[in-house]
Nanobody, 128 residues
Framework: QVQLVESGGGSVQSGGSLRLSCATSGFISGRRCMAWFRQAPGKEREAVATIDSDGTASDADSVKGRFTISQDNAKKILYLQLNSLGLEDTALYYC??????????????????????WGQGTQVTVSA
C-alpha cells in the first residue's frame, strides 16, 4: 500500500526558506507522477509543482523562481525547496503521487487530483 509522509514544515519569517520532504513507501513501480499541493484556509487546494519519474518538472506561476521541486529516486523522497517565502505562502502543503500506466499518460495536477494518493500534509506559516 502506498503511503506518503510529509515533513519539514514550520514557522518562518517573510523572506525565509524551508525544505519540505515527502517520504514514500510501498511505492508504485514504473512511471509515476508526483507533486506538491497547498491549501490555505478558505481557499481551494492548488498545485505548486509537479515532477515525473523522468525528472520533468513544472511549477505554478505563483512560485516560479522561488520554489524548486526535486526527487531522490533511490531514497524515494520528494522535496520542495521554498525560498523567498511570503505571507501568501502560508498553507498546509501536501504531496501526492500516482502511477502513469500508459506512455501517453501525462503527469498533471488534474491527474493527481483524480487518481493520486495523498499524505497528511505539513503546515507552513509565514509571518511578517
Amino acid at each position: 500500500q502506498v503511503q506518503l509522509v510529509e515533513s519539514g514544515g514550520g514557522s518562518v519569517q517573510s523572506g525565509g526558506s524551508l525544505r519540505l520532504s515527502c517520504a514514500t513507501s510501498g511505492f508504485i513501480s514504473g512511471r509515476r507522477c508526483m507533486a506538491w499541493f497547498r491549501q490555505a484556509p478558505g481557499k481551494e487546494r492548488e498545485a505548486v509543482a509537479t515532477i515525473d519519474s523522468d525528472g520533468t518538472a513544472s511549477d505554478a506561476d505563483s512560485v516560479k523562481g522561488r520554489f524548486t521541486i526535486s526527487q531522490d529516486n533511490a531514497k524515494k523522497i520528494l522535496y520542495l525547496q521554498l525560498n523567498s517565502l511570503g505571507l501568501e505562502d502560508t498553507a498546509l502543503y501536501y504531496c501526492a503521487a500516482a502511477g502513469l500506466p500508459f506512455s501517453t499518460t501525462r503527469c498533471t495536477a488534474d491527474y493527481l487530483l483524480r487518481f493520486g494518493r495523498w499524505g497528511q500534509g505539513t503546515q507552513v506559516t509565514v509571518s511578517a
